[in-house]
């Protein structure tokens, strides 16, 4: 209704009803709940009657629920753990334009969740500036191949075609998932280590039901590093990745069990997550993981013989 009269100017309440598809009755419920939120409605009878917004009113360009504003409340609280460059300016600047179109109850509300409300989301390393994650999230929507200049760790820097199918946010960290075609393959590029992102003309076409934060949780698992380990934990698949992260290694259903397939650099961290598990388990490989679970076995039961 507000759209109509903003857009109209002055409309007959005939001609609203049959825009909105309501009956007579109803649009005038709707200009009773418009005028109780503070919204001044002229309202003119007889045959050329119709509705109008008092002349000289200007509507805030939003307005929100109770429940809509406290989602973009922590959504803007959400946004400064993020890893996203200028992003405690830019909160800043977006909570300061909604507040100024709220009623005093819902600033003072929202208020009260910026100043006590704390979220615990992994800062990792931003990128240079947020002009990657916007042209990589336009690209990946609309399909769109992107040429990409790539600094990796300890290597020269890199330019490649890819096609983004999505990004995800990982411990601390943005990336974005897709087809390199310089490799001729997928692969998975941190944000933060992008020099620049071009949009081409070339489009593409994303695997169906393609899911950018489990293909990274994936990728990640199976990365080679200095050891490798396999363990068959004594549970179902399920109860295995409530008590481990995904991140941890590939998991696998068997008739015994859950294998777990682990690529670790330190195996001393990896032997600590194991026996923190509520079930039991048997080290297929390697030894030195086995020796590593010992080592902690003693040093436990040193501490519980101590009185």
């Known amino acids: 209704m507000l759209e109509l009269l903003q857009t109209h100017g002055r409309m007959s ?15 005038r419920r709707y200009i009773v709940m418009l005028e109780q939120i503070g919204i001044p409605i002229l309202s003119e009878r007889g045959r050329h009657g119709g509705y109008a917004l008092m002349p000289g009113f200007k509507l805030p360009p939003m307005m929100f629920t109770d429940d809509e504003a406290l989602a973009l409340s922590l959504g803007l609280l959400a946004a400064r753990s993020l890893g996203l460059a200028e992003a405690a300016p830019a909160v800043a600047s977006a909570q300061a334009k909604l507040e100024r179109i709220m009623p005093a109850g819902l600033k003072q509300r929202v208020g009260a969740i910026d100043e006590t409300v704390r979220l615990d989301l992994a800062r990792g390393t931003a990128p240079r500036d947020n002009a990657a994650l916007v042209t990589l999230s336009s690209a990946a929507q609309s399909r769109r191949r992107v040429h990409l200049c790539y600094q ?22 943005w990336y974005a998932v897709g087809y390199c075609h310089l490799r001729q393959d997928m692969r998975t590029f941190r944000l933060d280590r992008i020099a620049s992102a071009a949009v081409l003309p070339h489009g593409f076409e994303r695997p169906a039901g393609f899911d ?29 990745r409530r008590f481990l992260m995904d991140a941890i290694g590939l998991f696998e259903q068997t008739a015994d069990g859950v294998l777990l397939h682990n690529q670790s ?20 490989a390697p030894d030195a993981l086995r020796a590593e679970l010992d080592t902690i076995a003693r040093r436990l039961s040193q501490i519980a013989a101590v009185r």
Request: hydrophobic fraction near 50%; aromatic fraction near 10%.
């Open 13 to 27: 309440g005939a001609e609203m009803a049959s825009r909105l598809e309501v009956d007579g009755r109803t649009l």
């Open 265 to 284: 650099d330190d195996l001393g961290w990896f032997a600590r997550q194991l026996a923190a598990l509520p079930f039991g388990f048997r080290v297929l």
């Open 212 to 240: 950018a934060l489990a293909h990274l949780r994936t990728s990640l698992a199976a990365m080679p590093r200095a050891f490798a380990a396999t363990v068959l934990l004594h549970t179902d698949l399920h109860t295995a």
């Open 152 to 173: 990796a760790l300890g290597s020269a820097a890199s330019e490649r075609g890819f096609d983004p199918y999505g990004l995800a946010f990982l411990d601390g960290c």
